[in-house]
């Protein structure tokens, strides 16, 4: 299978900046969510490492490859992030949605097109494409799976540090059972997503 299948088709069809979108941190009921923009910027590239699916990675490879995808003059990205107060006003798909825009934004040229990872669009005036797991299939939008994911792994181990009761170094907010039990012990802390619905019920005037 060619992995840049997609990218191709659309330079032949004109468009020469195609930036690929995915987002790490959607489940968790803890920290940010953040989006990685990725665009290859040579239409005939060469030495591009071989990757996957983040999710079928393991951290020390998805490290790895984290470092020589920045590192590849032929890779332009943008990261985006959005915190877990703004998560609880706007809610997780408009939080999604924005830190895709904010990973965009961070290109000095504006995108031709966009492929997103799943089955929803921006809110953009470019033209763009959603496709249902493109992280599994698409160069670009596997190498934004990386991006989003370590720089989402990263902010939560800092974050760990804060709030050392969690656990957050190890399930980086996800709902284990272990956090489930820090949760019940010790009630949510000032970055657990309030909104979500197994904290709803939960006092957070404390924490």
Avoid at 78 to 101: H, P, R, W, Y
Avoid at 107 to 118: E, R
Wanted: net charge positive; glycine share 4%.
């Amino acid at each position: 299978m060619d992995i840049l299948k997609e990218e191709k088709r659309l330079w032949k069809k004109g468009f020469k900046r195609v930036v690929c979108l995915d987002e790490a941190g959607r489940g968790p009921l803890a920290g940010p969510v953040t989006a990685a923009a990725v665009m290859i910027e040579s239409h005939q590239p060469s030495k591009l490492p071989a990757i996957k699916d983040s999710k079928k990675l393991t951290p020390k490879k998805r490290k790895e490859l984290y470092h020589l995808l920045i590192k590849n003059p032929q890779i332009k990205w943008g990261i985006g992030k959005v915190s877990e107060k703004v998560i609880d006003k706007i809610n997780i798909l408009e939080a999604t949605k924005l830190a895709m825009e904010k990973a965009i934004a961070k290109f000095k040229k504006k995108p031709d097109f966009l492929i997103l990872d799943g089955n929803f669009t921006i809110y953009s005036t470019i033209p763009q494409k959603p496709i249902i797991k493109a992280d599994t299939k698409v160069f670009s939008c596997m190498a934004a799976s990386i991006l989003a994911k370590v720089t989402r792994d990263r902010i939560m181990e800092k974050l760990d540090k804060k709030y050392p009761r969690y656990g957050f170094d190890k399930h980086k907010g996800y709902p284990t059972k272990h956090h489930r039990r820090m949760l019940k012990k010790y009630g949510p802390c000032q970055i657990h997503r309030k909104s979500f619905k197994p904290l709803k019920k939960l006092d957070f005037k404390n924490n």
